[in-house]
């Protein structure tokens, strides 16, 4: 069974950045695309950014010019550096990673940000 383990959630005020994390636990774990959704309370899950295993990157409207997604591919890890951080970005941030069978899920990490 892969797990993923997200970290680097946190509160901050609006406009301070933020650095999410998220590896998968097993190293033989062959990664396709990898990315991030997220899910403010009483909202569907939506898209963050996603990569590819070849660096493609793809990224909402809502985030795209401040969010960054990165991956090591030797770490099957997933960055996700967000900047200039507003009040609606607070939501649970889920990582996923696919390989060719299925979409593995993160447990969700918290980010708030204040205003």
Same mark, same amino acid.
């Not at 650095?19 to 636990?25: P, Q």
């Not at 062959?30 to 493609?56: C, E, F, H, N």
């Given at each position: $069974?892969?797990?993923?383990?997200?970290?680097?959630?946190?509160?901050? *005020?609006?406009?301070?950045?933020?650095?999410?994390?998220?590896?998968?636990?097993?190293?033989?774990?062959?990664?396709?695309?990898?990315?991030w959704y997220r899910q403010a309370p009483g909202k569907q899950r939506d898209l963050?950014?996603?990569?590819?295993?070849?660096? !493609? !990157?793809?990224?909402?409207?809502?985030?795209?010019?401040?969010?960054?997604?990165?991956?090591?591919?030797?770490?099957?890890?997933?960055?996700? $550096?967000?900047?200039?951080?507003?009040?609606?970005? !607070?939501?649970?941030?889920?990582? @996923?990673?696919?390989?060719?069978?299925?979409? @593995?899920?993160?447990?969700?990490? *918290?980010?708030?940000?204040?205003?």
């Amino acid at each position: $069974q892969v797990q993923l383990v997200e970290s680097g959630g946190g509160l901050v *005020q609006a406009g301070w950045s933020l650095r999410l994390s998220c590896a998968a636990s097993r190293s033989t774990f062959t990664v396709g695309a990898m990315g991030w959704y997220r899910q403010a309370p009483g909202k569907q899950r939506d898209l963050v950014a996603g990569i590819s295993s070849i660096g !493609t !990157t793809n990224y909402a409207d809502s985030v795209e010019g401040r969010f960054t997604i990165s991956r090591d591919n030797a770490k099957n890890t997933v960055y996700l $550096q967000m900047n200039s951080l507003k009040p609606e970005d !607070t939501a649970v941030y889920y990582c @996923y990673a696919d390989n060719q069978y299925r979409r @593995y899920w993160g447990q969700g990490t *918290q980010v708030t940000v204040s205003s």
